[in-house]
């Protein structure tokens, strides 16, 4: 796939998150993903592999939240196989506390899905609203 091609597959998922609808993320996902949360909160490092993600990331940041997580995309710069979004997200969490962080997100794509995904984005805002994640046995 080229430029345009990976940039528009990047801009329809974020459309689907900016409605609420993260299936179209999930299945942007290749099999064999990567996706590497920087800084150093509990739950920052590399989550290898689709299942992963879904059963060590996805679904135990999701079920702290109290309503449909909501994002709004502010930018998407595309070169080759990189894509680079920036945006913002809002939820209030089951605790009552307010996760509204802004993300940097490094996307590298290969043959129409998400390979490598590089997560920037405010930790301590994290550390402060959610809880830390299970301790994971592929950690």
Request: net charge negative; proline share 4%.
């Amino acid at each position: 796939m080229n430029t345009i091609e990976n940039k528009a597959l990047v801009q329809r998922t974020h459309a689907e998150l900016d409605q609420g609808n993260g299936q179209a993320f999930i299945d942007s996902l290749a099999d064999d993903a990567s996706w590497t949360l920087e800084g150093t909160t509990p739950g920052s490092r590399t989550y290898a592999g689709k299942a992963v993600i879904r059963e060590e990331l996805i679904k135990p940041l999701f079920a702290q939240f109290a309503g449909p997580y909501v994002s709004k995309t502010e930018r998407i710069i595309a070169e080759g196989d990189r894509v680079v979004v920036l945006f913002s997200g809002d939820v209030l969490t089951k605790a009552g506390k307010r996760y509204n962080n802004r993300y940097c997100y490094v996307y590298r794509l290969e043959g129409g899905r998400v390979k490598e995904l590089t997560e920037y984005f405010d930790t301590a805002l994290v550390q402060e609203a959610l809880e830390a994640p299970p301790v994971a046995a592929h950690a």
